[in-house]
């Protein structure tokens, strides 16, 4: 299997608990993908879901076995960031373990650019006349999630592609529509505030790289329905990459691909004032 190694991969809202979690999904993206940082940005494990009527499985498991084994076989430093649904976090964090530091939310210095990385969920709670999204999300989603499932069910049954019935509805609603785009507006607003570059995060599930008011916003997507992460090379460049996309075949041997490296040293991270600074050893 062809192996690709980046620089920095980012993945949030994978949701572990929850029936429409892509556990096996993201956990073979973490196979067929290396990279020297992994950023967990929220809601990888649903606390909320897990309280109610959700239920571990062992596929959930899995996908923490696959990262200790990026921390501790390919020495990839991994940042949990707090999400919404994993607040549970807030009674431990800021933490650092060996390559593993759990954060509230950081700046990531790359090739002289500084993004602010966070899991998203702040702006809810800014702008109080969207708490809808949030509330009316818990259930309503999930019902979307269970009819996608049935509607999927029967599409492959007739060889025709995954199709998110969520990403369809949100695309049509106005309200859901003009939350999005406030969403992305105002995150990008808040970069620009911190005196960063770009900022990079989640929570919306809905996948973005692009450029607003000279800013780069960088959402990850999910592990629910897109399945999409954000990936960056050595120089410094952002993609997208889907796992409906990606094609495994199987070649005779594993080989590493590299992308070009300008400068490892110019990778660098910080936490916000009231966070953790992470050791300066993890970072060569």
């Not at 979307?144 to 949100?170: E, T």
Request: overall charge positive; charged content about 25%.
């Amino acid at each position: 299997m062809l192996k690709t190694h980046f620089k920095t991969i980012v993945i949030s809202d994978v949701h572990l608990g929850t029936k429409g979690s892509k556990a096996k999904e993201v956990a073979r993206f973490l196979k067929l993908y290396s990279c020297e940082n992994l950023i967990l940005n929220g809601d990888i494990i649903d606390g909320w879901q897990l309280k109610k009527s959700g239920s571990w499985k062992r596929k959930h498991t899995r996908f923490f076995n696959r990262v200790l084994k990026m921390i501790e076989q390919e020495k990839t430093n991994v940042f949990y960031l707090r999400g919404n649904h994993d607040d549970f976090l807030d009674q431990i964090l800021p933490i650092q373990i060996g390559n593993l530091s759990i954060l509230n939310d950081m700046i990531y210095e790359s090739n002289g650019k500084k993004y602010f990385v966070t899991h998203g969920d702040i702006f809810d709670s800014v702008t109080t006349n969207f708490r809808w999204i949030a509330q009316l999300g818990d259930i309503g989603y999930t019902f979307l999630l269970w009819l996608n499932r049935l509607v999927n069910h029967h599409r492959r049954k007739r060889g025709l592609p995954y199709f998110s019935l969520s990403q369809y509805v949100k695309g049509k609603v106005k309200t859901a529509v003009s939350y999005i785009d406030q969403y992305e507006i105002e995150l990008a607003k808040m970069a620009k505030a911190k005196g960063c570059d770009g900022i990079i995060c989640g929570h919306i599930h809905k996948a973005e790289n692009r450029v607003i008011e000279g800013i780069e916003y960088l959402n990850s997507g999910d592990w629910v329905e897109s399945m999409s992460a954000l990936s960056e090379d050595h120089d410094g460049n952002w993609q997208l990459i889907y796992f409906n996309q990606i094609s495994f075949k199987k070649s005779p041997e594993e080989k590493i691909v590299y992308f070009p490296v300008r400068d490892h040293k110019s990778v660098a991270f910080e936490a916000m004032p009231d966070g953790l600074t992470p050791k300066s050893s993890f970072y060569k």
